[in-house]
């Protein structure tokens, strides 16, 4: 069985408390999110509706977004997304739910326990030269599977969601070096980010 973490259990605790803030997510943005109870939607290069959100670049989340509970909210409904039979995917990014977002779900298989994290306002910071091809698979691109160069290597970084601030503008970040697979599905995960899907580096 799958271990779930969402990263920043301090922000966990503090919404336990009984705030209710939406942050400054839009009203199709929150319609998008309360509009189911678990499961979202995962778009497809396959209806051009769908296609033109997964091609779009993502923005970031505001630190107001970052503490509210519909980001908490919205990490575990991609993981629930994401791990679903129906799916059983090991990454998926904010775009392929419908929300161009700088957000990604992906299993450390580099962990105890392989857990599936959620990372805010994240980017591939450093690369390694060491390269390598490997089969990839994309949950929007339905039925295809190709070879993909990838590094072997990264340093990533992201919001540390244990160290916001309340009442603060500035979003602290933090970096984690990350090898091997769980390289390769941050890689994936992170182009989404960008409009970028795996067929394209084919």
């Not at 942050?23 to 929150?30: I, P, R, V, W």
């Not at 630190?63 to 509210?68: A, D, F, K, R």
């Not at 503008?169 to 390769?184: K, L, N």
């Amino acid at each position: 069985m799958r271990r779930i973490i969402l990263i920043g259990m301090a922000m966990m605790a503090a919404l336990a408390c009984g705030r209710s803030k939406t942050g400054g997510f839009s009203s199709g943005e929150l319609e998008l999110l309360n509009g189911t109870d678990s499961i979202m939607r995962v778009l497809t290069v396959e209806d051009s509706l769908d296609h033109a959100v997964l091609r779009a670049a993502s923005r970031d989340f505001s630190s107001g977004e970052l503490i509210s509970d519909e980001f908490k909210k919205l990490g575990l409904r991609m993981i629930s997304t994401v791990t679903h039979p129906s799916q059983d995917g090991v990454g998926i990014a904010g775009p392929q739910v419908g929300l161009n977002r700088r957000i990604v779900a992906v299993q450390r298989f580099d962990k105890e326990g392989e857990p599936f994290e959620v990372y805010a306002n994240v980017r591939i910071v450093w690369m390694s030269d060491s390269l390598a091809y490997g089969p990839e698979g994309c949950l929007s691109v339905p039925d295809r599977r190709g070879n993909v160069l990838r590094s072997q290597q990264i340093v990533i970084e992201y919001a540390d969601l244990s160290s916001i601030c309340q009442n603060c503008d500035d979003i602290p970040m933090t970096r984690d070096t990350v090898s091997g697979f769980t390289a390769v599905i941050f890689q994936h995960e992170i182009d989404h980010l960008e409009g970028v899907l795996y067929i394209d580096r084919l």
